[in-house]
């Protein structure tokens, strides 16, 4: 079965810390994308950073980087310099090589200011 | 250019009656993906369609649910005589091709939040 595992239900940082939301995935695919999404109270589903699975570089986009342990299965976020707009869920994903996502259950991250 | 539009934002329906939700992709979009989010979970993919065509239902419920894309007009997730475990956010997205997740280009509406009473 392909699965998506965000063991963290919960989690909380002063502003300004770095805080890592933690992701494992179950898979016999070889080529697959993997995402962070963030959901805001507003419930709009925002594409926080994506990786590919052929490519070893970790992907950042800003204060938001990866941590992709392929061998591992293993796709942690690490958000830096953590800002009160960070609040919100998130969800890591994976398509698994096809054309549907596949969700964790999602980590809410308060921001404390 | 405006985003994925879904409407209502909220419905409330009692138990037995039907659910419409209107999914409109962004211009130039002809695919759309129905993902379904219960209260604490994350979201669970339920069909996948282009124009006039479905492609994969596999996440659909077999009985009471039913989706179209037609050739003018808003996708439609129907939903037939509710029940009380259909209350959920339930998202499209849209892509301009097939691939949508592999290049960035499926974008999500904002929801509607479905509620049986």
């Known amino acids: 079965a392909q699965t998506v595992t965000q063991s963290q239900p919960e989690m909380s940082v002063q502003e300004a810390e770095t805080v890592t939301l933690s992701c494992t995935y179950d898979?016999?695919?070889?080529?697959?994308?993997l995402f962070w999404y963030k959901q805001p109270p507003s419930r709009q589903m925002i594409l926080v950073i994506r990786?590919?699975?052929?490519?070893?570089q970790n992907a950042t986009e800003n204060r938001f980087s990866v941590n992709f342990q392929k061998a591992a299965k293993s796709f942690s976020l690490k958000i830096s310099d953590s800002q009160l707009g960070d609040t919100a869920m998130y969800f890591c994903?994976?398509?698994?090589?096809?054309?549907?996502?596949?969700f964790g259950t999602g980590t809410r991250l308060t921001i404390i200011p | 250019n405006a985003g994925v539009m879904q409407n209502p934002r909220h419905l409330v329906r009692r138990r037995g009656q039907e659910a419409r939700l209107r999914c409109s992709p962004m211009?130039?979009?002809?695919?759309v993906y129905w993902y379904r989010q219960l209260p604490e979970e994350g979201l669970k993919f339920m069909v996948y369609?282009?124009?006039?065509?479905?492609?994969?239902e596999s996440g659909m419920p077999k009985e009471r649910f039913s989706a179209e894309f037609p050739k003018e007009g808003p996708s439609i997730l129907r939903i037939q005589q509710v029940v009380r475990g259909d209350s959920a956010a339930y998202f499209c997205?849209?892509?301009?091709?097939?691939?949508?997740?592999?290049?960035?280009?499926?974008?999500f509406g904002q929801g509607t939040r479905l509620t049986v009473v």
């Open positions: 997205a849209s892509s301009p091709q097939g691939g949508g997740w592999l290049n960035t280009e499926a974008f």
């Open positions: 994903a994976s398509n698994f090589g096809n054309e549907k996502l596949t």
């Open positions: 211009k130039g979009h002809s695919h």
């Open positions: 990786q590919e699975a052929y490519k070893q």
């Open positions: 898979t016999s695919e070889n080529n697959y994308y």
């Open positions: 369609l282009q124009k006039e065509n479905i492609i994969d």
